[in-house]
């Protein structure tokens, strides 16, 4: 393995820190105040010109393969992993360079799976910024951590599919730019397991969806974008909106999450590294008892657990990144299963310490560490709870064990 990052990587690192550090850690306050002032569900006025300079820079879809076109760097995963690490560090920032679930996840579906008529309808605008969309797939009525679970109807009559379900944490819902939504849910429950799902392509006004409400993060509602709870009524869409084919579904959510995963992973340890910062800044500002907070021995064990923990998990990312490169989503899946265990709890363990030191200015709204707390924590639930990838890793490390023995016997 040689994570040795090519020239192509290095000089857009240097692009987007400095494109960070000039343009948004500048205005980090200002977007957060405004997301939480009286215009809640409004986008802060700022984002658009982010967004034009960022673009006008070709700083824009870096997340995206070879093969979009003008629209993208053409990265590999291994090569975006530190971009993705860099923007991380700031909640809101990867919108900024179009690089921002569920966005991301979605033009993946669109561009793997999608027609030339969906492409050009939806895949082309979001690709250029013009709006956003969200996935909705889990559900309030069944534990969502086992797909194969999820109840929502899309039945075919006519021309027409016909859905009805429930669905919450649908992601960037709320968001007033908001156009489409990415709906899973069952076109045959009589079909094998792994083929009674389907994806389906359904516009946020179409008649029948109701958006009932924004669900709280540890009391926060994530404006301007949210965590929407959604029925869906009776709700009508055109055959052509369906994605790949009948009972297609969980395939194509195995291709869609496995990327998602790890480039929430690259984003968590960004956020890791903002944390460690943060955390040196303070205790190098701050004496109790007429000596600096550095200098004492059980800070700079945490500094220096931190650290480790750090780089332990940025390199198994970066392994993982490096596997799917070389031999797809399938064939890292043990890896992005690790990573997707290890990077929640290591940031969340790095953000915790960094609180603690700050005290009680750790948890208000005058550092970024709460919130970085909070979205770190959800993490261990979204895209699979840690519990179904240890499962999952188990039982493929006992099967490889089980397959080697046979091997040699």
Same mark, same amino acid.
């Given at each position: 393995?040689?994570?040795?990052?090519?020239?192509?990587?290095?000089?857009?690192?240097?692009?987007?820190?400095?494109?960070?550090?000039?343009?948004?850690?500048?205005?980090?306050?200002?977007?957060?105040?405004?997301?939480?002032?009286?215009?809640?569900?409004?986008?802060?006025?700022?984002?658009?010109?982010?967004?034009?300079?960022?673009?006008?820079?070709?700083?824009?879809?870096?997340?995206?393969?070879?093969?979009?076109?003008?629209?993208?760097?053409?990265?590999?995963?291994?090569?975006?992993?530190?971009?993705?690490?860099?923007?991380?560090?700031?909640?809101?920032?990867?919108?900024?360079?179009?690089?921002?679930?569920?966005?991301?996840?979605?033009?993946?579906?669109?561009?793997?799976?999608?027609?030339?008529?969906?492409?050009?309808?939806?895949?082309?605008?979001?690709?250029?910024?013009?709006?956003?969309?969200?996935?909705?797939?889990?559900?309030?009525?069944?534990?969502?951590?086992?797909?194969?679970?999820?109840?929502?109807?899309?039945?075919?009559?006519?021309?027409?599919?016909?859905?009805?379900?429930?669905?919450?944490?649908?992601?960037?819902?709320?968001?007033? =730019?908001?156009?489409?939504?990415?709906?899973?849910?069952?076109?045959?429950?009589?079909?094998?397991?792994?083929?009674?799902?389907?994806?389906?392509?359904?516009?946020?006004?179409?008649?029948?969806?109701?958006?009932?409400?924004?669900?709280?993060?540890?009391?926060?509602?994530?404006?301007?974008?949210?965590?929407?709870?959604?029925?869906?009524?009776?709700? =009508?869409?055109?055959?052509?909106?369906?994605?790949?084919?009948?009972?297609?579904?969980?395939?194509?959510?195995?291709?869609?999450?496995?990327?998602?995963?790890?480039?929430?992973?690259? =984003?968590?340890?960004?956020?890791?590294?903002?944390?460690?910062?943060?955390?040196?800044?303070?205790?190098?500002?701050?004496?109790?008892?007429?000596?600096?907070?550095?200098?004492?021995?059980?800070?700079?064990?945490?500094?220096?657990?931190? =650290?480790?923990?750090?780089?332990?998990?940025?390199?198994?990312?970066?392994?993982?990144?490096?596997?799917?490169?070389?031999?797809?989503?399938?064939?890292?899946?043990?890896?992005?299963?690790?990573?997707?265990?290890?990077?929640?709890?290591?940031?969340?363990?790095?953000?915790?310490?960094?609180?603690?030191?700050?005290?009680?200015?750790?948890?208000?709204?005058?550092?970024?560490?709460?919130?970085?707390?909070?979205?770190?924590?959800?993490?261990?639930?979204?895209?699979?709870?840690?519990?179904?990838?240890?499962?999952?890793?188990?039982?493929?490390?006992?099967?490889?064990?089980?397959?080697?023995?046979?091997?040699?016997?």
């Amino acid at each position: 393995m040689n994570f040795k990052f090519t020239q192509k990587s290095l000089k857009l690192q240097e692009r987007v820190q400095r494109f960070m550090d000039e343009h948004i850690i500048p205005v980090e306050k200002e977007y957060y105040n405004y997301s939480q002032g009286d215009k809640l569900w409004d986008v802060w006025p700022g984002l658009d010109k982010l967004k034009e300079l960022a673009k006008a820079e070709g700083l824009w879809n870096l997340f995206l393969p070879e093969g979009y076109g003008k629209l993208s760097p053409g990265l590999t995963n291994l090569e975006y992993a530190p971009l993705a690490e860099i923007m991380g560090s700031v909640a809101w920032a990867s919108e900024v360079f179009n690089c921002s679930a569920p966005d991301t996840g979605n033009m993946e579906v669109l561009a793997k799976y999608g027609t030339a008529e969906q492409q050009d309808k939806w895949l082309k605008p979001l690709m250029n910024g013009e709006l956003r969309s969200a996935f909705l797939m889990t559900e309030p009525r069944v534990a969502s951590s086992d797909a194969t679970n999820i109840e929502t109807s899309i039945v075919r009559d006519g021309d027409e599919y016909v859905i009805n379900g429930r669905k919450w944490w649908s992601s960037g819902a709320l968001d007033k =730019r908001c156009k489409v939504f990415i709906v899973m849910g069952k076109t045959d429950p009589s079909a094998s397991r792994h083929t009674q799902q389907s994806m389906i392509l359904v516009e946020a006004d179409r008649a029948g969806v109701d958006i009932m409400r924004p669900m709280q993060v540890f009391g926060n509602v994530d404006a301007p974008h949210g965590h929407a709870e959604i029925d869906l009524v009776n709700v =009508r869409v055109p055959v052509s909106n369906l994605l790949l084919g009948e009972g297609r579904g969980f395939e194509i959510a195995q291709g869609r999450l496995g990327p998602g995963r790890i480039h929430h992973c690259m =984003r968590l340890c960004g956020v890791a590294q903002r944390a460690l910062d943060l955390m040196c800044k303070r205790v190098t500002e701050r004496q109790t008892f007429g000596r600096y907070i550095k200098d004492y021995s059980s800070i700079r064990q945490e500094i220096a657990k931190s =650290r480790c923990e750090l780089e332990q998990a940025r390199l198994l990312t970066l392994s993982a990144a490096d596997r799917i490169d070389r031999e797809g989503v399938k064939g890292a899946k043990d890896l992005i299963a690790m990573i997707k265990i290890v990077a929640p709890t290591m940031a969340c363990t790095i953000i915790d310490r960094a609180i603690q030191i700050h005290g009680g200015m750790g948890v208000s709204q005058d550092t970024p560490l709460a919130a970085m707390y909070a979205g770190s924590r959800t993490l261990r639930l979204a895209d699979g709870p840690d519990e179904v990838h240890m499962w999952q890793l188990g039982r493929n490390t006992v099967k490889q064990y089980q397959a080697r023995v046979a091997e040699n016997a």
